[in-house]
């Protein structure tokens, strides 16, 4: 028999995604023996992004805008619409940093609860990062550290504690455009004075988020997302600055036609590369992997 189709929604401040998977038998499991049946894992059948930049309204206004409310809920009815199409059961929706901070949060909830027919909850940020973990713990194992670098926020995890940095790909290219100039580096520096890496360092670093799939389209130059050929992929920060200096020697125009970073990501995705190596300088770390795992599987795991 088939293994049921579940689906989760993750709205962040710069994407929407929408997970549609299944649980089935690890590889390595075995076969059912004495009455234990093997350890299954979520398998990605669909994902799909829509960009919705929600953040920024929030860093511009402290509210999400009537205009981004409705984009939002243009989004949800398309998830609606697939799922409904498919026949697939929506178990969570979740909602993280833009939605944290707005001022007029029912206002949203009502609105998404409307379209997508259930209403999201609003994680915070230590939710968000423990999710974010198990999510990759189960496919890489423990001993490990995730970043998820999103649009607002980072969550960072060892699995035994995980903590929220209020700063994303899109909240910086709001303060400092395209590409970090001169001031980035006071900015890293007073960001770090609250921020304690104990316990974290030097330890396998997975990164996950839109800033992870897009540099590793970028580096792996595939024409279109493919789950199997980016998950666990190692790179260097040698890499990483190469994939850096590439991207910020082009042009607006033909940076937005590299491989993952249409739809608005190109003009995020330099702030989001300068974040990572910062993360990664603390963390004590030359390598690190990208994961295509994130809160959307935390989602169902926890269901």
Avoid at 93 to 105: C, G, I, L, S, Y
Avoid at 231 to 256: C, Q
Wanted: charged share 25%; glycine share 8%; proline share 3%.
């Amino acid at each position: 028999m088939a293994n049921k189709l579940l689906a989760t929604v993750d709205i962040g401040s710069h994407s929407c995604i929408l997970l549609i998977a299944s649980f089935e038998p690890a590889e390595s499991s075995t076969a059912e023996t004495e009455g234990v049946e093997p350890r299954k894992v979520l398998v990605p059948k669909l994902q799909k992004v829509e960009i919705c930049r929600l953040g920024e309204d929030i860093y511009d206004s402290g509210r999400i805008s009537e205009e981004k409310i409705q984009d939002l809920c243009r989004i949800m009815t398309k998830f609606r619409m697939d799922l409904h199409a498919l026949g697939v059961e929506l178990k969570a929706a979740a909602m993280t940093e833009a939605m944290r901070r707005a001022e007029n949060q029912e206002e949203v909830l009502d609105a998404v609860e409307k379209t997508l027919w259930m209403r999201p909850r609003i994680i915070s940020g230590e939710e968000e990062a423990a999710l974010t973990y198990r999510s990759v713990k189960e496919w890489h194992g423990e001993g490990i550290v995730t970043i998820d670098i999103g649009g607002g926020s980072t969550e960072i995890s060892n699995g035994a504690t995980g903590f929220s940095i209020p700063v994303g790909a899109l909240k910086m290219f709001k303060a400092m455009g395209p590409i970090p100039g001169p001031e980035y580096k006071k900015f890293v520096k007073e960001t770090f004075k609250e921020v304690s890496f104990k316990g974290m360092t030097k330890k396998p670093v997975y990164l996950i988020g839109g800033t992870g799939t897009a540099l590793a389209m970028v580096f792996k130059n595939l024409s279109q997302f493919d789950y199997k050929a980016i998950e666990g992929l190692e790179m260097s920060i040698a890499d990483l600055e190469a994939v850096t200096t590439r991207i910020s020697n082009l042009s607006k125009e033909l940076r937005a036609m590299l491989p993952g970073l249409e739809n608005g990501r190109s003009d995020v995705i330099i702030c989001g590369l300068f974040w990572l190596r910062s993360l990664l300088e603390k963390l004590r770390v030359e390598t690190f992997r990208i994961s295509t795992a994130g809160l959307r599987f935390g989602l169902l795991y926890e269901n």
